[in-house]
């Protein structure tokens, strides 16, 4: 099993920035990429963007392109820098790790989640 810990969350105004973390650990050697998703209030569960685990490619949501960077540090935590938050931009982050690629943005498709991070953006 992989357990994944997020953290980083809190309040924050609009326009300001904010670093989420993911902790993985367990059988992270069968990981092929994490992913970071998102859910507000009476909303489903919607890709933010993912990260492949070996190589670092990356891929974004476009509500998210240009403001959100995903990176690996130390090969086993992965980072959502978040930058001009919006409102929207409120939600519970959450962490996910898949063992296999393709359909980064599917959330069925992950393995593994974290328990969520709380993210709000006052306007």
């Known amino acids: 099993q992989v357990q994944l810990l997020e953290s980083g969350g809190g309040l924050v105004q609009a326009g300001g920035s904010l670093r989420l973390s993911c902790a993985a650990s367990?059988?992270?050697?069968?990981?092929?990429?994490m992913g970071w998703f998102r859910q507000a209030p009476g909303k489903e569960r919607e890709f933010v963007g993912a990260?492949?685990?070996?190589?670092?490619?990356t891929y974004y949501a476009d509500s998210v392109k240009g403001r959100f960077t995903i990176s690996i540090y130390n090969g086993n935590t992965v980072y959502l820098q978040m930058n001009s938050l919006k409102a929207e931009d409120t939600a519970v982050y959450y962490c996910?790790?898949?063992?296999?690629?393709?359909?980064?943005?599917?959330?069925?498709?992950?393995?593994?989640w974290g328990q969520g991070t709380q993210v709000t953006v006052s306007s």
């Open positions: 996910a790790s898949k063992d296999y690629s393709g359909n980064y943005s599917a959330a069925n498709g992950y393995n593994y």
């Open positions: 990260i492949t685990w070996k190589f670092g490619r």
């Open positions: 367990g059988r992270t050697l069968a990981t092929y990429a």
